[in-house]
Each structure stands twice: as C-alpha cells, then as structure tokens.
C-alpha cells in the first residue's frame, strides 16, 4: 500500500523536543563563546560538535539524518537568538535555502532583516556580501566591472557584489530598473555576463532581497519578472511586546552597541559549504507523491481562474512550492510531504507572483485573504491506494 503518508525507504524520524534540545546552542557574549569552545575541547571525539568539519574544507563527514537535522535545529536556534520573536520568518527564510531559492523580503526598516542575513551566513559558514541599493547604484556595482591596468596595458574585471554565497539586497526597490535586471541572469542561472565572458557565482549561492512598502519616497516597484525569481515573499513586521521590551533591556545596558555587536559576531559557525549541500541534498530526497503534486499545480492553477485576480501564478510556482513542501517536511523530520505542508507553504510562494484585478483594488483588497480563499476552495488529497 502506498499514498502521500507512506515512506518508501524507513519511518520517519520526527525532530522532537528532545532533539531540538540537544542542538548545539549559540553564544550570547563572547565570554560564553570562549567557555564553549574550551569545553568542546573537552569532549570525546565521539560527541557531537557544533562544527563537524573545517571551513575551509569542501569535503563532508558522514552525517546521517539525526546529525543533519541536529544541525539544522541548531541553525534556527541561533537565529532566534539574535533576530527575537521571528521563529516562523526564520524557519521559512530557512527552508527557501534549504530549497535552492532566493527570498523577497517586503518590510519597512529597522527590523531586523540584515541581522538575519548576517545570522544566517555566519552559521552556515558562507561567504556573506551586502549592496544597499539606492538611486545612483549602477548594475557595475552588482555585475562587477572590466578596469583598464595601465601598468599591464590590459583590461581586468573587478568582481561585484553577486560573488558570494549569500546575497543582501537591501532595499532592491529604491534603485533603477536597469540595476533592478542586473540580478536577473545571476538569479536564475547562477552566472553573470560582463564584456561578453560569462563567469559563474560561487556555488551554493543566493539572495535575500529587502523591499520597502510601495509609495514609500523613493521606491520603484520591481518588475513581474524579477518578482517571480524570488521563491518566497516574507514580513518580519514589528516585534513582539516582549521581544522589543528584551531589546530595550539590551539598549540600556552598558556599551550596548559593543554587547549586540559580539551577538553577532560570535555566532559559531554550524556548517560550512559541504555540509548545507548534504542538506540540500536530503531535502531533494524528500518523497512526493503524484496526489501531492497535483494538489500543489491545482492550488496554482486556482490562482489563474479567480475572479479577483488580474493575474494568476506562473508554473515557476508550483515548482517552488513543491520544493518548499520538501524542505518543510524533512526540518520537521519527516521523509515524505503531506498536504498540510504545500498547504504552509502557499502564501509565502504566490502572495508576490499575483495581481489584484481593478474591482479588488477598489474595494481595498487583500491578496493573502484571497490565497487563503483559495486554499480553502481547492479539495486536500485523500490516501491513494
């Protein structure tokens, strides 16, 4: 007998609490970092490590399914401790990654979206670029660039922002749109082209994009074409009562900056290259049953015939949210994907790959209330024998 909740090869092993308990843990302060790494020394070579191999290797360890997600468990708990009260956002950038794809942030300022970035990368182990894109931002800046060496009577290419791992694109929108296409190719092929010689980005590599509120001064909305490269569109939003009453505690504490400086920069790195595509490769190991897939297309298919909608989800959107669903079933710890995943993952995937039609901007209308319309319209998968 088989069907969506059946694995092909073994049970699902579930991440519980225990699991996520015994993840490694991130420094707060960098006395504890130094009291971290002096115990780790400690240890037998038997116990987990929070760093299981060098940085500068490209060679993985053998790490079964418990030690990868130990590892991931442990990246999101990092995360959380530096970006307060966002487990969900982090947990949904995250599984984009994990998916191969690049993410849109539509926030106002001053939120925490660098911080993430930056938390993200320093755990991961990847090399971590920022451009913040303003008006007289050129696409040089971001391609990079031929310069003419007088002394060696040749032109050399300057590399840009693109060459990294993980990409900030910090306020994408307030730049032009020539700069905007710029990241078009590198996002999609992985490459850029500068004076007719094609050169590749380092692999793994991705971007997270931040957009301020359309009809902010400044802002120029990103074109439907670029829109749609991005797998999923997120909000932080403003913090909790009790998360920004903890950071108003930091705030008041001596030498704050210093203090939430060292929150950052102490973050103990949980992986490095080899280690995150072993966990990209796990995740395309994710089983997907036929009914599955074809519960993810309909719900995409339903976005092009409602009647609220100008314009519906390319097929790029199902693809996405099929890749979205394997990456949130395996952190939860299970092999195989269920409709309640593709479910979870609808709206972040199409909220920025749809247009309100004209009677829907009138009445002032919500694009996640109607995704949600939707979702509720299209009738779940039953078990397939």
Not at 179 to 208: C, W
Not at 249 to 261: E, H, N, V, W, Y
Request: charged fraction near 20%; glycine fraction near 6%.
């Amino acid at each position: 007998m088989t069907g969506y909740d059946t694995v092909p090869n073994g049970n699902p092993m579930l991440m519980d609490n225990n699991m996520i308990a015994q993840a490694p843990q991130v420094p707060q302060d960098y006395q504890e970092f130094q009291a971290v790494q002096s115990f780790q020394a400690q240890q037998p070579s038997s116990q987990f490590q929070p760093l299981p191999v060098d940085q500068t290797s490209q060679t993985v360890p053998i790490l079964g399914p418990i030690e990868l997600r130990k590892i991931a468990a442990g990246i999101l708990n990092g995360v959380n401790s530096v970006v307060l009260g966002k487990e969900a956002v982090v947990r949904e950038v995250f599984c984009a990654l994990l998916a191969g794809g690049h993410v849109l942030l539509d926030d106002i300022p001053g939120v925490g979206k660098t911080t993430l970035a930056v938390a993200l990368s320093r755990l991961l182990g990847l090399e971590y670029s920022r451009i913040q894109f303003t008006p007289d931002v050129t696409p040089s800046d971001v391609v990079g660039f031929s310069m003419f060496r007088q002394d060696k009577g040749t032109f050399e290419y300057q590399p840009g922002a693109v060459f990294c791992n993980l990409l900030l694109a910090d306020e994408i929108n307030r730049t032009s749109p020539k700069t905007q296409s710029a990241l078009l190719e590198v996002m999609e092929e992985r490459r850029t082209t500068v004076d007719g010689t094609t050169r590749a980005v380092p692999d793994p590599f991705f971007v997270i994009a931040t957009q301020n509120p359309l009809g902010s001064a400044g802002t120029q909305p990103l074109p439907s074409s670029q829109l749609d490269r991005f797998m999923i569109c997120s909000s932080l939003g403003y913090p909790s009562f009790e998360a920004e009453l903890a950071m108003t505690a930091d705030a008041a504490a001596p030498s704050a900056q210093d203090i939430r400086k060292r929150r950052t920069d102490g973050l103990v790195p949980l992986a490095n290259t080899a280690v995150f595509k072993a966990m990209q490769k796990a995740v395309d190991q994710v089983f997907v049953h036929q009914a599955v897939s074809e519960y993810a297309v309909q719900l995409v298919t339903a976005t092009r015939t409602n009647p609220l909608l100008e314009s519906g989800a390319s097929p790029r959107a199902s693809i996405a949210l099929v890749r979205m669903g394997k990456a949130w079933a395996w952190l939860r710890g299970e092999d195989f994907v269920i409709p309640a995943d593709i479910d979870e993952q609808f709206l972040p995937v199409t909220r920025h790959r749809v247009h309100l039609g004209a009677s829907s901007r009138a009445a002032r209308g919500n694009v996640d209330e109607i995704l949600e319309s939707i979702s509720s319209s299209v009738p779940r998968p039953r078990h397939v024998r």
